[in-house]
């Protein structure tokens, strides 16, 4: 679709990506710093990098324009979307922010970048998919989205579903459960993507 899209990511690629988060929380380990923690907006938790690079192969990543995280936290989820396609991560934690952005350094990525700030607050409209691991219930989330989004929303983990938008499609991977939602009839808007099977 868009030239910003690679269909092929390689294993080479995303092992690099996978290393380098490795080597960091190796060494938040030695320091005795675990890979989460609470911020002033949310839980931040680590992802497994390749549950991640799996759904994006599993639902085509690569057929999307601009992919955003809310709430990307150290940045992993934003810089495996970036294999794919153009990929955002907005982040309110400023140490965290600054780690995306050294990991984006040192991994070499220019199809990214990374946005302090609070997703609540950020225009969501310049993308057509996004990606959340929420801590809490997502009505303002939901709210935002009915007003100004028209595409994909994919929800980690079952724990907050949405409650207003219809799902799509689950994505299991190993124990981890993917959630893709859409605005439906009855909020206004609907339109049918074809997935990559």
């Known amino acids: 679709m868009a030239g910003h899209n690679s269909p092929h990511p390689t294993m080479e690629s995303f ?50 324009n601009h992919f955003a995280d809310l709430g990307s936290g150290d940045g992993k989820v ?15 934690d400023d140490e965290l922010v600054q780690r995306s952005n050294q990991i984006k350094e040192e991994i070499g990525a220019n199809n990214l970048r990374f946005i302090k700030g609070d997703f609540l607050e950020e225009d969501l409209s310049a993308y057509d998919i996004l990606f959340v691991y929420p801590d809490n219930p997502l009505v303002r989330l939901e709210q935002k989205l009915l007003k100004e989004f028209r595409d994909d929303l994919i929800v980690c983990g079952g724990i907050y579903p949405p409650e207003r938008l219809v799902k799509k499609r689950v994505v299991q991977i190993n124990n981890a459960v993917f959630g893709i939602y859409r605005r439906g009839w009855l909020s206004g808007y609907f339109t049918g993507r074809r997935w990559k099977a």
């Open 15 to 64: 092992q690099k990506i996978n290393t380098s988060y490795e080597q960091y929380y190796a060494t938040l380990k030695e320091k005795g710093i675990h890979s989460h923690k609470e911020t002033e907006k949310g839980f931040w938790l680590s992802s497994v990098s390749t549950e991640v690079f799996d759904l994006f192969r599993t639902i085509g990543l690569e057929q999307f």
């Open 78 to 92: 934003a810089l495996i979307a970036s294999l794919f396609t153009k990929s955002t991560g907005i982040e309110f």
